[in-house]
Nanobody
Framework: QVQLVESGGGLVQVGDSLRLSCAAS????????MGWFRQAPGKEREFVAA????????YYTDSVKARFTISRENAKKTVYLQMNSLKPEDTALYYC???????????????????WGQGTQVTVSS
């Protein structure tokens, strides 16, 4: 079992930065692919970024490339999402997820993730 707790969300202005953190419990954290998803009001949950077990590969949705960076520290059982140049369209509830995912075509599929956090709200005000 893996439990995930997100933190770091908040209310910011356009162009500001935030760093989200996701702290995991459980001994198998280092074996999991970790992902960040988000859900805006009235919209479906969407993929944001993912990082493989050793940090060797990362994946992003097009709308956040060059602005967001996902990283992880396995010794601390924590994954991060550094968000720069925030836009109003980034406003959403951000979820951290963990899954035993091995195919690059699956990283953006929320059905492949087994464990989810409760989410942290990010609001970008214009």
């Amino acid at each position: 079992q893996v439990q995930l707790v997100e933190s770091g969300g908040g209310l910011v202005q356009v162009g500001d930065s935030l760093r989200l953190s996701c702290a995991a419990s459980g001994r198998t954290f280092s074996l999991f692919t970790m992902g960040w998803f988000r859900q805006a009001p009235g919209k479906e949950r969407e993929f944001v970024a993912a990082i493989v077990w050793n940090g060797g590969s990362t994946y992003y949705t097009d709308s956040v490339k060059a602005r967001f960076t996902i990283s992880r520290e396995n010794a601390k059982k924590t994954v991060y999402l550094q968000m720069n140049s925030l836009k109003p369209e980034d406003t959403a509830l951000y979820y951290c997820a963990a899954g035993a995912i091995y195919y690059s075509s699956d990283y953006d599929d929320d059905r492949k993730y087994d464990y989810w956090g409760q989410g942290t709200q990010v609001t970008v005000s214009s």
